[in-house]
């Protein structure tokens, strides 16, 4: 089991920057991928950004250039730094985690984002 808690959402003007970070705890030594993702009223959950255990990471092509994962092993953490919010980067963001053999997805409850002026 992996328990996940985002926090550092909150309301930001355009232009603005964020950065969401989620503490991992549990059995975390077998994650083998983390990722945010998050959901705008009325739309479908989307993965904002990925990042392995090789470290590698994957965007979505809408914050490609404004958002950046990053992950802090020695603290359990997760971030997200999010740059040159725009209003439609307004949503719930989820943290993710995958572990080796484990069918399962873990989720967090999530942290709103509102960008608006």
């Known amino acids: 089991q992996v328990q996940l808690l985002e926090s550092g959402g909150g309301l930001v003007q355009p232009g603005g920057s964020l950065r969401l970070s989620c503490d991992a705890s549990?059995?975390?030594?077998?994650?083998?991928?983390m990722g945010w993702y998050r959901q705008a009223p009325g739309k479908e959950r989307e993965m904002v950004a990925s990042i392995n255990s090789d470290r590698s990471t994957d965007y979505a092509g809408s914050v490609k250039g404004r958002f950046n994962i990053f992950r802090e092993s020695a603290k359990n953490t997760l971030y997200l730094q999010m740059n040159s919010l725009k209003p439609e980067d307004t949503a719930v963001y989820y943290c993710?985690?995958?572990?080796?053999?484990?069918?399962?997805?873990?989720w967090g409850k999530g942290t709103p984002v509102t960008v608006s002026s």
């Open positions: 549990g059995s975390i030594f077998t994650i083998i991928r």
């Open positions: 993710n985690a995958v572990r080796s053999g484990d069918p399962m997805d873990y």
